[in-house]
């Protein structure tokens, strides 16, 4: 029991600590300042957070030469207050997962306890407006235009996170996932998701976006790349093309089923001349890319087992 209320209270007293404002910071934390004025929870659209947070004064840049592994962003809706503690709890989770390589941190019960005090480990964060180019024709076009929320969060306060975890930085070279993928989609004519392909643009731009989350490169082969390896719709290597330096190559297939519906992929990789197997069953490709990209993260990182 002893023991117990012991760990409690190094949690507490951690939260604490990393939750303090930062010098330079442009968050500011709720206080009762003589003459400021009590504050109401606002509560952000699409989150279940309630925010005590107040607008920011804007104290200048990012200071320099931050790890992008800190860092993250989230499409949320304006700039005011709606969205922003749910952005900012939001892109704590990515920064979690990216700064460690262990993505089993997203769903740690002690990640959603962090995420409510999101605010007070954020170094500065900016908005762009994603419709920039278009122009405002009414008021509710002023508000309601979408924004990437961009965070940057404090190296010092997210490594004593990771360390209480029992994590560490995943620093260093990342590889590049290099995806080798015979799609069966729900259309007759299979084909191999390359950097050519017009049927796999798509693929192509949610393969990007869950490497990017997890801060890996993926690059995707040439027609001529896999012709030199031998790879078609009709002959599909057996085995997992040699990888070159920095690479991590996955080979496997993505098929559609109607009956689930969904897509069932099969994933292996050879990294370090140990092999790996592993699978996704019943989901859309968002989710089977995903799970690639987390397979590759687990394995490179040494946090675990793809499967």
């Known amino acids: ?182 799609v069966h989609g729900p259309g007759p004519t299979p084909y191999v998701l390359s950097a050519d392909n017009p049927a796999g643009a798509d693929q192509r731009a949610s393969f990007q976006t869950w490497a990017d989350e997890a801060g890996m490169e993926v690059r995707f082969p040439s027609a001529v790349e896999l012709a030199e390896w031998d790879v078609a719709t009709d002959r599909f290597p057996g085995n997992t093309p040699q990888s070159r330096a920095g690479e991590a190559i996955v080979t496997g297939m993505l098929d559609w089923r109607e009956t689930l519906p969904g897509w069932v992929g099969q994933w292996r990789m050879r990294w370090h001349g140990a092999d790996h197997t592993w699978g996704i069953s019943g989901v859309n490709y968002d989710a089977a890319f995903r799970d690639i990209v987390r397979g590759v993260v687990l394995v490179a990182s040494g946090n675990g087992s793809p499967g």
């Open 1 to 182: 029991m002893r023991r117990h209320r012991s760990q409690a209270c190094l949690w507490v007293a951690l939260l604490q600590w990393l939750c303090a404002p930062m010098a330079g910071a442009q968050t500011q934390q709720p206080g009762t300042a003589s003459g400021a004025p009590a504050l109401e929870p606002l509560h952000s659209d699409g989150s279940y957070l309630k925010s005590f947070l107040i607008a920011p004064k804007p104290d200048g840049p990012c200071p320099p030469n931050i790890d992008p592994i800190y860092q993250a962003n989230v499409i949320v809706t304006g700039t005011d207050m709606r969205q922003r503690p749910w952005g900012f709890a939001e892109t704590l989770r990515t920064v979690l997962v990216k700064s460690s390589g262990d993505p089993r941190l997203k769903a740690e019960p002690r990640t959603e306890q962090l995420a409510q005090h999101a605010d007070g480990l954020v170094v500065c964060f900016s908005y762009v407006d994603m419709m920039a180019d278009i122009p405002i024709h009414d008021e509710q076009g002023t508000y309601d235009r979408p924004h990437r929320l961009t965070v940057t969060f404090d190296p010092a306060k997210i490594d004593a996170i990771l360390a209480e975890f029992g994590d560490k930085p995943w620093r260093g070279e990342r590889p590049v996932v290099v995806p080798v993928l015979l």
